[in-house]
């Protein structure tokens, strides 16, 4: 089995950009959370998506938005981009939202310069 | 959400146990008690978890105190492929872990 996957692994966008960050489950997988990490920060969690409805928030601005297809599939978005926005984004899935166990993708690096 | 506290950094030597220890002084009764683990250049990766007893899988056993206010993650054997960050998370019951909130974790390093 597939495990989750992400896409682009590597992006560099300009302050004021906006950029669009891809996700693909584990296939059967429902739930999907969403994760910024940075050196300063460590890993924070940002959202969480089943059955395409966002059922979890993390402590971040509006700029970060996310929606979830109805395949699973989820896309995360950061409008006006600032430096700080610098970070790996790392996807996880898992079947149901009651499950104890997270697979995670190899995340997105992004580079805001 | 309850806390945790892990000590920065450990060491050990390869193939030899390491016990990796964890404080939730706050952990409610409904918390349970996760392990994830984070591998250079890679996403964390679930290690173990559980709520009131002992637990043993192939990765590892996690030991969790009587009065569930620390938890110890035993890798039995270690090899150099454990070398990484390992974290220990408290997540609500009724949430699933649908929301690990992550702290500094603990950074492990084995010795050949």
């Known amino acids: 089995k597939a495990g989750v996957t992400q896409t682009p692994r590597y992006l560099i966008k300009t302050r004021g950009q906006q950029v669009t960050l891809s996700c693909s489950p584990i296939?059967?997988?429902?739930?999907v959370s969403w994760y910024q990490q940075t050196p300063g920060q460590g890993l924070q969690f940002l959202f969480e998506?089943?059955?395409?409805?966002?059922?979890n928030k993390g402590n971040f601005p509006g700029r970060f938005s996310g929606r979830q297809f109805s395949n699973s599939r989820s896309e995360m978005n950061v409008s006006t981009l600032e430096l700080g926005d610098s970070a790996l984004y790392l996807c996880?899935?898992?079947?149901?939202?009651?499950?104890?166990?997270?697979?995670f993708g190899p995340g997105t690096r992004l580079t805001v310069t | 959400d309850a806390k945790t506290t892990q000590p920065n950094s450990m060491e050990s030597n390869e193939e030899e146990p390491v016990h990796l220890p964890c404080n939730h002084s706050?952990?409610?009764?409904?918390?349970?008690i996760h392990w994830y683990r984070q591998l250079p250049s890679q996403g964390p990766e679930y290690v173990i978890h559980?709520?009131?007893s002992n637990v043993n899988n192939r990765m590892a056993s996690l030991a969790i105190a009587e009065d569930r206010k620390s938890s110890t993650l035993i890798l039995h054997r270690a090899t150099l492929r454990d070398a990484a960050v390992y974290y220990c998370?408290?997540?609500?019951?009724?949430?699933?872990?649908?929301?690990?909130?992550f702290g500094q974790g603990t950074r492990l390093t084995i010795n050949p």
């Open positions: 296939s059967g997988h429902r739930s």
């Open positions: 559980g709520l009131t």
């Open positions: 998506y089943f059955s395409e409805t966002q059922r």
């Open positions: 998370i408290l997540t609500a019951r009724i949430q699933g872990a649908q929301k690990l909130v």
């Open positions: 996880a899935s898992s079947y149901h939202r009651t499950d104890y166990e997270q697979y």
């Open positions: 706050t952990i409610s009764g409904t918390d349970y």
